[in-house]
């Protein structure tokens, strides 16, 4: 699952509503679908099994709203997430 956007934009590629996402979050949390890198390392190493409906979620997003609004929706519900911001944006 890769979220780039996060906003009110109607028809634009690869926004999502932020009320989609913490659903889809939830439902992820609930139905244990989430996994994490390790995770994914480990599966591929044969280590363990996840369901086929299991995913690593990714988050590309480039405005302010990753340290308001988007992180913490997967803390909210203990999901694993890879974020990638630009450190250009983040003031000290």
Request: with cysteine; aromatic share 8%.
């Amino acid at each position: 699952m890769a979220c780039h956007r996060f906003g009110h934009m109607k028809r634009k590629s690869w926004w999502i509503f932020s009320r989609v996402f913490d659903d889809q979050m939830r439902s992820m949390a609930e139905h244990s679908l989430a996994v994490s890198l390790d995770d994914n390392l480990r599966l591929s190493g044969g280590e363990i099994n996840v369901s086929t409906s299991s995913e690593v979620v990714a988050i590309d997003h480039r405005c302010g709203t990753v340290a308001t609004v988007v992180a913490l929706v997967p803390c909210q519900y203990a999901i694993p997430a890879v974020v990638f911001v630009s450190t250009s944006q983040w003031r000290g």
